[in-house]
C-alpha cells in the first residue's frame, strides 16, 4: 500500500530526467580530451611524488590555455579536460579549433613553472576532443 503513495513521485522523477540535454552539454562532451598520465619504470622513483600538471597549448602559443591539477596523484593517473578549464574565458574558442599541444609535468614544488628536479612528458599534438590520450612522463628537468 506504501508503495503506491510513492507511484507520482517515481514519475515525475522519470519524465524530469527524461528530458532532453541543453546543447551545451553535447559540445562539453565533444570537446572533452581524455586520457592518461603515467611515469617511465626507470625515473618512477624520482618522480612519483609530487603535484601533476597536465597543460594544454594552442598551437605555439607559450601562454597555457588550460592546466588541470592533481595532488599526490595514483599513477597511472587518467585525466580529463573540458573547455572549461580554459584559464581565460576570451582564449575559449581556441579549444575548439586546430592544433593543440599537450603535456604533463610533475612538479616537487607545487608550481606549475616548471623548475630543476620537474620530471615531464614531451609534448603531443593532438586534436579538440581527442580521446584517449597517452602521456608518459620520461625526463627530469635540468
Do not use: W
Request: aromatic share 8%.
Amino acid at each position: 500500500m506504501r508503495f503506491i503513495l510513492y507511484i507520482p513521485f517515481l514519475l515525475l522523477f522519470l519524465i524530469q530526467s527524461c528530458q532532453e540535454l541543453p546543447p551545451e552539454a553535447y559540445l562539453i562532451d565533444k570537446y572533452k580530451i581524455t586520457g592518461t598520465v603515467d611515469i617511465d619504470p626507470n625515473i618512477k622513483d624520482k618522480c612519483s611524488d609530487g603535484t601533476l600538471f597536465v597543460i594544454v597549448r594552442h598551437g605555439a602559443s607559450p601562454q597555457p590555455l588550460a592546466v588541470k591539477k592533481y595532488s599526490k596523484p595514483d599513477f597511472p593517473k587518467d585525466f580529463k579536460i573540458l573547455p572549461s578549464d580554459v584559464l581565460m574565458e576570451t582564449r575559449t574558442e581556441e579549444f575548439f579549433e586546430g592544433d593543440l599541444i599537450i603535456m604533463a609535468r610533475v612538479s616537487k614544488s607545487g608550481s606549475p613553472m616548471p623548475q630543476k628536479g620537474d620530471c615531464e612528458s614531451p609534448t603531443v599534438v593532438i586534436k579538440p576532443g581527442q580521446k584517449g590520450v597517452k602521456l608518459i612522463i620520461n625526463s627530469i628537468k635540468e
